[in-house]
């Protein structure tokens, strides 16, 4: 069984450019969650989907956004990337439920913007 | 909100037993889960406390005390590879919660 697959894994931007990051979920998982991770702040949530829908949004700005497909592969979208948006971007698929607290991650995708 | 407290930093010596404390703030929840972190490398899943008590699974165990609002990771007879971050992780009953992650605790083994 294949595990959650994030592209590119590696990235570098500059400053005031967007990125898109791409998430595909473990098959027959329809929970996809976002994740931005930094030195000292742990995994601080951005999204969660479930089947198209966006479920849960963490506290950050308008500029990161998010859309999971059919497939419940997902997508995640930073426009005007700022210096401080440098991080490893994790996603996360599980099973439905709430109950279900096992989460299954990419390898992530590590920004830096410059 | 729920609010996830881990100390930033544990060494312990190889062949020894460590324990990584996770006090939290929430009214309610499913469970508290740990998750190891290699460097370079993705979360993994290492248990779950649905109830109180403790659970084993080889040389980790984790517990958990809903009264206290309490629970910890226990790891034994340390190997340099167990040297990785350790995060507690809760989702609240209320609502469609995410699952939310402690800073984490960067355990360091040392010879």
């Known amino acids: 069984k294949a595990g959650v697959t994030q592209t590119p894994r590696y990235l570098i931007k500059t400053r005031g450019q967007q990125v898109t990051l791409s998430c595909s979920p473990i098959s027959g998982h329809r929970s996809v969650s976002w994740y931005q991770q930094t030195p000292g702040q742990g995994l601080q949530f951005l999204f969660e989907y479930f089947s198209e829908t966006q479920r849960n949004k963490g506290n950050f700005p308008g500029r990161f956004s998010g859309r999971q497909f059919s497939n419940s592969r997902s997508e995640m979208n930073v426009s005007t990337l700022e210096l401080g948006d440098s991080a490893l971007y994790l996603c996360a698929s599980s099973l439905d439920g709430p109950r279900n607290t096992e989460a299954f991650f990419g390898q992530g995708t590590r920004l830096t913007v410059v | 909100g729920q609010s996830l407290e881990q100390p930033s930093e544990v060494t312990a010596v190889e062949g020894a037993i460590v324990q990584i404390n996770c006090t939290y703030q929430t009214s309610g929840f499913y469970g508290l889960s740990w998750y190891q972190q290699h460097d370079g490398g993705a979360p993994t899943f290492l248990s779950y406390?649905?109830?109180?008590g403790l659970e084993e699974t080889g040389r980790f165990s984790s517990f958990l005390s809903r009264s206290d609002s309490y629970g910890y990771l226990l790891l034994q007879e340390l190997q340099m590879k167990d040297s990785a971050s350790y995060f507690c992780a809760v989702r609240e009953m209320w609502g469609n919660t995410p699952l939310v992650f402690g800073k984490g605790t960067r355990l360091s083994v040392i010879a």
């Open positions: 406390n649905a109830l109180d």
